[in-house]
């Protein structure tokens, strides 16, 4: 809780008869009110005290529940990330894997041409594949 008060305003012209007005503000960082905000409200309404300070700790506790969930939520959104990496990197090894097998197979049945470009084909997407995953790093 903070309190901050302004000086009292002069008059201009240093006229007695002048009213001069001094003004205040609080600032309150509680869910709570003050306690004699309570005893204003219990005077106005019995047992409306009562009911400020359930509904203040209801909003705490709902303000809290929704941090965990947040904080869930985000921790799951990170192990859906790292286990879609892992699921496009099996893939990809996968493709190499037969590109290169391919490229091989072709060699040797003397197709040297499909085998070069199926053999570059699987090179060029293990580059590609390195240089997206250091560039998302």
Known sequence: MSK??????LPANNDPKQVVTQGSFQTISSPYPLPIQLDSFEEYAPGSAAEVIKTAQESIRH????QELAIKGQIDHDRGIRE???????????VLILAIGGAFV???LNKD???YVLLFSGLAALVGALFYSKKKQ
Do not use: C, F, V
């Open 63 to 66: 303000q809290e529940r929704m």
């Open 4 to 9: 901050r008060h302004r000086p009292p305003a």
């Open 106 to 108: 072709l060699a040797y």
């Open 84 to 94: 879609g990496d892992q699921h496009k990197n099996t893939t990809i090894r996968w």
């Open 113 to 115: 041409t499909a085998s």
